[in-house]
């Protein structure tokens, strides 16, 4: 039996390494070598890019949770996407994310106005993802609720496309100070008396 679990500890660790450095393109890679340096177990992720590489995502940190639960929210337009956006059925993406073991919530609904209405069950995210959806315009005064979210530790990434000759696209970090800086940019300004 220990050569069974043995076997199957190097199988993940293959799998984890061919998805980490050998996985196109490069934005999965990075998040799952991020994840790999991090103990996440709440994710948000603002606009849902690819159901896929989240379950890859969450496959690996219910991996390495042993056993502690790992929660997963994504604020979407699920099935009210535009014609032009990929096709995103609701009931689809919760059939494959909740396959790999975490605890999945699905949110429809404008990115905006969804986050700004979860922000306070969302305490203590881990890791925060925004994709190329999540501008700051489609985000707006929901940015005030942010830093409600996190904790120290947190990590917010934002999904970027590449600049001139290369299309591929990356996660940047969008630093704690710079979070509270864009939601205080929100508070109103008092007048001096």
């Not at 609720?145 to 990590?155: A, E, F, K, S």
Request: charge should be positive.
């Amino acid at each position: 039996m220990a050569r069974t679990e043995g076997a199957m500890a190097v199988g993940d660790l293959f799998r984890y390494a061919r998805r980490a450095f050998f996985s196109k393109p490069t934005p999965e890679r990075q998040l799952l070598r991020l994840a790999k340096q991090h103990a996440i177990r709440r994710v948000v992720e603002v606009g849902l890019e690819s159901v896929d590489s989240t379950a890859q995502l969450l496959d690996l940190l219910v991996k390495q949770a042993k056993g502690e639960p790992v929660k997963y929210t994504a604020l979407d337009l699920f099935d009210d996407r535009p014609a032009e956006a990929p096709s995103m059925p609701l009931v689809a993406a919760y059939r494959r994310l909740v396959g790999v073991g975490a605890k999945v919530r699905l949110t429809p609904g404008r990115l905006g106005a969804s986050l700004a209405s979860e922000a306070n069950s969302l305490a203590d995210t881990d890791l925060l993802l925004l994709s190329r959806d999540a501008s700051d315009e489609a985000l707006g005064p929901a940015w005030f609720y942010v830093p409600r979210m996190c904790h120290p530790g947190t990590l917010v990434l934002r999904r970027i496309d590449g600049e001139g000759d290369d299309p591929s696209s990356e996660w940047r970090e969008i630093p704690l100070p710079e979070v509270a800086a864009r939601a205080n940019a929100l508070l109103p300004r008092r007048r001096a008396a």
